[in-house]
């Protein structure tokens, strides 16, 4: 408990009473990061503790108690169970989580991405406009990939994002957003993209040993010129090259609804003997940035590490498998911010970033109406767990 990101908030007033709700999707997540918050507020010190502005600070659990039944006709319905009038709600909504299931007329439909986002709509509708201020995290955004229009097209996104407003919701918090641009559609409100920068680097250092990090042994990727943002942060954080490539689209055909990619361009300095760190927000199926880290080990780069926020692994994990045991790919590294299936974390290619800490670290920080900038901006963390990796303190 003296870590700066635990003792900062001893001498603010709450917004108000502290409540968590994290969705069945997110209950995994939401369950650490209230533990981290039960923690926290057991051990810390404060004077005023006892005084009215902090009523219901320390209690056994923040969650409150919630259900999301469904008729047999699958249409559903939002319950809280507890008081939430004056209470600083935080809702946790996992919409890429596919492995909760209901009934419909007896047949058993998986969840989508369209459920989960209906869920969440019928907690807000639930809490009647009682609470305080409600936060939204959600941290694989709903509809994030149909964020332009390209064609007479429907954007789906900043509709869910005007909807959520126009419901109540003061803040929307997401994690690595697909194009952060999506915020213009709601200009007068909260909206935060997260990075997990620390975390992959976390990850990685924690778990690889024998790493030269510098510019003559290291390499960040970004595998298309969408995440370019993220490898020059990462690049320039730890003070490497950056390298980039571009897709080469046959603008002549449309496959499943997009051009099909030709080649990947490679645009960069020379990648031979160097370990290549390859960014981006997500794996859907694979393809892509597997096709990249091919078309590295082709240009004779050493070993290769995947970042990624999201592992949705749509295709299942056997190209992976065929990618680790070929020698193409060394470790790939996301985080649990959405659903990962039991065999995912059980394979030796894989490494899991916790982002509990940080989302509870989040959490605790706006209840005390605090700013999270130092948060969103982990330089100086990374800085540090690198210096503790090069004098074997890790």
């Known amino acids: ?33 209230n533990d981290y918050l039960v923690k926290w507020r057991e051990e810390r010190e404060n004077e005023h503790k006892n005084t009215l502005s902090f009523t219901g600070y320390q209690r056994d ?15 559903g319905k939002g319950v809280i169970y507890e008081s939430v009038r004056g209470d600083d709600l935080y809702l946790m909504v996992d919409v890429c989580n596919y492995s909760l299931t209901y009934t419909v007329a007896g047949h058993e439909n998986h969840m989508s991405p369209d459920d989960h986002y209906q869920d969440l709509k019928r907690i807000i509708a639930a809490v009647e406009g009682k609470a305080k201020r409600i936060t939204v995290i959600m941290p694989f955004l709903y509809e994030s990939r149909q964020h332009r229009r390209t064609a007479r097209e429907s954007l789906d996104c900043a509709l869910a994002l005007q909807e959520l407003i126009n419901m109540g919701v003061d803040n929307i918090i997401t994690f690595d957003a697909h194009d952060p641009r999506v915020q213009n559609a709601i200009p007068l409100h909260g909206f935060e ?34 995440g370019m943002s993220r490898a020059i942060y990462i690049a320039n954080v730890l003070g490497l090259d950056m390298g980039m490539f571009y897709k080469r689209r046959d603008y002549t055909r449309i496959v499943n609804g997009r051009n099909p990619i030709i080649a990947h361009e490679f645009l960069g300095t020379d990648v031979a003997g160097k370990d290549m760190i390859i960014i981006d927000d997500m794996i859907s199926s694979g393809e892509s940035v597997l096709e990249v880290a091919a078309g590295l080990k082709a ?96």
Not at 1 to 26: A, D, F, H, K, Q
């Open 1 to 33: 408990m003296n870590t700066r990101e635990e003792t900062r908030n001893l001498e603010t007033i709450p917004v108000g009473p502290l409540g968590l709700i994290p969705l069945p999707s997110c209950r995994a997540l939401g369950n650490k990061v």
């Open 61 to 75: 659990t923040f969650i409150l108690e919630h259900k999301l039944p469904r008729f047999g006709s699958g249409e």
């Open 193 to 226: 993209t997260v990075q997990p920068a620390y975390q992959f680097i976390k990850g990685l250092l924690k778990n690889v040993k024998g790493l030269q990090i510098d510019a003559d042994h290291m390499m960040v990727i970004s595998p298309d010129e969408g």
């Open 299 to 394: 240009r004779k780069a050493n070993r290769i590490f995947i970042f990624s926020t999201f592992g949705l692994f749509t295709n299942g994990l056997a190209k992976f498998d065929k990618a680790y045991s070929d020698g193409l790919v060394t470790k790939v590294l996301t985080t649990n911010l959405i659903y990962q299936t039991p065999e995912l974390l059980k394979r030796e290619w894989y490494i899991n970033c916790d982002m509990s800490k940080y989302i509870a670290y989040i959490i605790d920080t706006l209840n005390h109406d605090q700013s999270i900038s130092d948060l969103l901006i982990p330089s100086d963390r990374i800085t540090k767990i690198v210096k503790k990796y090069k004098n074997n303190e890790l």
